[in-house]
């Protein structure tokens, strides 16, 4: 009999039930930081909790309707797996359970309940890393999520929210880390002067983006690849294939003259167009990019 069949005869069908309340629930933040659980809504986010908990256990529950079993064959398989632990509560449900329980505005077809992730911000300093990416009090839900995105795609050893960020298991930041969150370290609540102190002594440089920084990452880009070439090049007091600390400011102030203070430089990202300045998340994904592209060229990267 399959994973299918056995749900079969104990789908839950009532919106209102207790549990179905309890899990809709942790769409609010204190309820969140009460249970220790979120919420990864939707295909994507389910195979890649699912992957993470058979080698690290973190799911708590799955609610999954026959149709997405029928569409997601990949997620079948997991869940097959995934049910033998029986720490693991999995129940098949109705569209209507499923929507009453999803913080989405159209639900797709499967949520899973997880434990909470974060690491301690001096974990992810053992050892030394070599591309991390730091949030300094970015509040929207979907820039935090793009930006974790985007970390774990260039490669970075983890991501660090300080104290003042959102809060990285809002239904809204899971979603927008397409599975990323169960991919790499996550610190939240730092206090940015003990992280950047940390993280050079750690070996790290620190670099801040700064629409306005005098230091250009076109410029740094062109000296990395010298470098690499083996041709000479002027000592411009940064090379990008350091192990590097970036930190990106709230969306709408940017970083704040004590945060700019903190770093080593002060990086532009060029805007050749007429935009007045990138999102965050897109001037981050240039940056990350930059550096783990010079750390490659260098040999340096750890992930």
Known sequence: MNLTERLADRPMSNPRADRVRDVAGLAGRSARSKRGLFLAEGPQNAR??????????????????????????????LLERVAADRAVFVRLVTRE?????????????VVVVCRSLDVPAAGILRPAPQLV????RVQDPGNAGTLLRAADAAGADALVLSTGSVDVYN?????????????????????????????????????????????????LQDLSAARAAGAPVEDTGYD??????????????????????????????????????????????????????AQRRAGRAHR
């Open 48 to 77: 890649e909790a699912l992957a993470r908990h058979l080698e690290s256990p973190c799911v708590d529950a799955v609610y999954v309707t026959g149709d997405a079993l029928a569409q997601h064959p990949d997620i079948t398989a």
């Open 171 to 219: 239904p809204k930041a899971v979603r927008s880390t397409a599975g990323s969150l169960f991919h790499l370290p996550v610190a939240v609540g730092a206090d940015l002067p003990e992280l950047v102190r940390a993280a050079r002594a750690a070996g790290c440089g620190i670099l801040a983006a700064d629409g306005r920084g005098d230091v250009d990452l076109d410029r």
């Open 97 to 109: 359970v499923l929507a009453a329980m999803s913080d989405a505005v159209s639900p797709q077809g």
């Open 240 to 293: 990008l294939a350091r192990p590097t600390v970036w930190l990106f400011g709230n969306e709408a102030q940017g970083l704040s003259e004590e945060e700019k203070a903190l770093a080593d430089h002060r990086v532009a990202v060029p805007v050749y167009g007429r935009a007045e300045s990138l999102n965050v998340g897109t001037a981050a994904t240039v940056c990350l990019y930059a550096s783990a592209r």
């Open 133 to 136: 990416a730091v949030l300094a």
